[in-house]
């Protein structure tokens, strides 16, 4: 089966580390922009191509403009490979300007051993098939994203119904609709698939600068059980911090942005 994610993620090589890639309207996120995450993911998926290694282990994704709907070409290059992790570049260009610059590492997962020690848990919610879907007929002018991926909540958000909570701190459930099973490459873009939580502090929207995303594991099967939330607002810029849990209550993925809020 061919998973609109797979085909939406393509990349077709060139020469000299560049490939062509086209950005659809099909992960449209808040203002009607390619969402950060499908961007970074697209990069990962060039960069994968020259790496002796199979997994993303840890991502730095730098957001130089907005993504563009159309063709574009990733340009990577491999700065080092040693015996168990490889670090290379990727760029994104659209339409002749620079747009994303990632540094990467790659590793293999599957030969992650050592002590695991962990002081935090998995979000504690109810079976997602008991819970209504985020949008649950609403639409967003735009908002594309929510057509590819499930999201389940335990009650509406506030800024939702035109009454933000305060509190920018969410739990919730969350899969591919396609019924694409989730992977290290995939949870790149998991991390910055939801709205930013500082729309239940009343503003409008933030942007992304900064991302960075530590990949802790193989996700099993199954919906995704996340934890998002913002602590500080200052000047403007916010962080916003991320875990994901899989369906068997394993840490698999974290992930920090810096983003400006919009105004």
Same mark, same amino acid.
């Given at each position: 089966?061919?998973?609109?994610?797979?085909?939406?993620?393509?990349?077709?090589?060139?020469?000299?580390?560049?490939?062509?890639?086209?950005?659809?309207?099909?992960?449209?996120?808040?203002?009607?922009?390619?969402?950060?995450?499908?961007?970074?993911?697209?990069?990962?998926?060039?960069?994968?191509?020259?790496?002796?290694? *199979?997994?993303?282990?840890?991502?730095?994704?730098?957001?130089?403009?907005?993504?563009?709907?159309?063709?574009?070409?990733?340009?990577?290059?491999?700065?080092?490979?040693? $015996?168990?992790?490889?670090?290379?570049?990727?760029?994104?260009?659209?339409?002749?300007?620079?747009?994303?610059?990632?540094?990467?590492?790659?590793?293999?997962?599957?030969?992650?051993?050592?002590?695991? #020690?962990?002081?935090?848990? @998995? @979000?504690?919610? @109810?079976?997602?098939?008991?819970?209504?879907?985020?949008?649950?007929? $609403?639409?967003?002018? &735009?908002?594309?994203?929510?057509?590819?991926?499930?999201?389940?909540?335990?009650?509406?958000?506030?800024?939702?119904?035109?009454?933000?909570?305060?509190?920018?701190?969410?739990?919730?459930?969350?899969?591919?609709?396609?019924? $694409?099973?989730?992977?290290?490459?995939?949870?790149?873009?998991?991390?910055?698939?939801?709205? *930013?939580?500082?729309?239940?502090?009343?503003?409008?929207?933030?942007? #992304?600068?900064?991302?960075?995303?530590?990949?802790? &594991?193989?996700?099993?099967? &199954?919906?995704?059980?996340?934890?998002?939330?913002?602590?500080?607002?200052?000047?403007?810029?916010?962080?916003?911090?991320?875990?994901?849990?899989?369906?068997?209550?394993?840490?698999?993925?974290?992930?920090?942005?810096?983003?400006?809020?919009?105004?």
């Amino acid at each position: 089966m061919a998973y609109v994610f797979d085909t939406d993620t393509r990349v077709t090589g060139l020469a000299d580390g560049r490939y062509a890639v086209e950005i659809t309207d099909r992960w449209n996120a808040l203002g009607n922009v390619p969402n950060g995450g499908y961007l970074l993911a697209i990069c990962l998926r060039a960069l994968a191509e020259e790496m002796p290694y *199979p997994d993303p282990l840890t991502v730095s994704a730098n957001y130089l403009r907005p993504g563009v709907v159309g063709p574009a070409e990733v340009h990577t290059r491999i700065a080092r490979v040693g $015996r168990r992790i490889a670090t290379g570049e990727a760029t994104l260009v659209c339409q002749g300007k620079e747009t994303v610059r990632v540094v990467a590492s790659f590793a293999d997962l599957d030969q992650a051993t050592g002590r695991t #020690t962990l002081l935090g848990e @998995p @979000p504690k919610l @109810p079976a997602p098939e008991k819970l209504p879907e985020l949008m649950d007929g $609403r639409t967003l002018p &735009g908002l594309t994203v929510v057509d590819r991926v499930d999201y389940r909540f335990t009650e509406p958000l506030g800024w939702m119904l035109g009454r933000p909570s305060g509190e920018p701190s969410w739990e919730f459930w969350m899969r591919f609709k396609d019924g $694409r099973p989730a992977d290290p490459l995939s949870l790149s873009f998991f991390v910055d698939a939801m709205a *930013p939580t500082v729309l239940d502090l009343g503003e409008l929207g933030s942007t #992304t600068v900064q991302l960075t995303v530590y990949l802790r &594991g193989r996700p099993a099967p &199954g919906w995704l059980a996340c934890r998002v939330g913002t602590r500080y607002l200052t000047g403007g810029f916010h962080e916003e911090d991320m875990e994901i849990w899989d369906s068997t209550g394993t840490l698999v993925a974290q992930s920090r942005q810096l983003a400006l809020v919009l105004g």
